[in-house]
């Protein structure tokens, strides 16, 4: 399984940005797909996670401001985030299970500074 990101950026606080990922490769049975990001100094964390049942986990620091959505059917992911702060700041990365084995994107870079 591939995992493509994209959509990070530089955004200022309160800003909003919208990141996205596409799965390829051997896809059947995909059961999880989410994020997790990783701040500087700081070990990697679940940001959102959704199930091909679509059921959704947050990390209570982003609930009411971060929404995910999936599309099963094209092994998509999106990640939109709103009312960024700078604490939100870290490299994100896809993530996908498949059966017993785990999968993640190369990550991209959310920077979110005045």
């Known amino acids: 399984v591939q995992l493509v990101e994209s959509g990070g950026g530089l955004v200022q606080p309160g800003g909003s940005l919208r990141l996205s990922c596409a799965a390829s490769?051997?896809?059947?049975?995909?059961?999880?797909m989410g994020w997790y990001r990783q701040a500087p100094g700081k070990q990697r964390e679940l940001v959102a996670t959704i199930t091909s049942d679509f059921i959704i986990t947050y990390v209570d620091s982003v609930k009411g401001r971060f929404t995910i959505s999936g599309d099963y059917a094209k092994n998509t992911v999106s990640l939109q985030m709103n009312s960024l702060k700078s604490e939100d700041t870290a490299v994100y990365y896809c993530y996908a299970k498949r059966l017993v084995a785990v999968y993640w994107g190369q990550g991209t870079q959310v920077t979110v500074s005045s």
């Open positions: 490769g051997s896809i059947s049975s995909i059961a999880v």
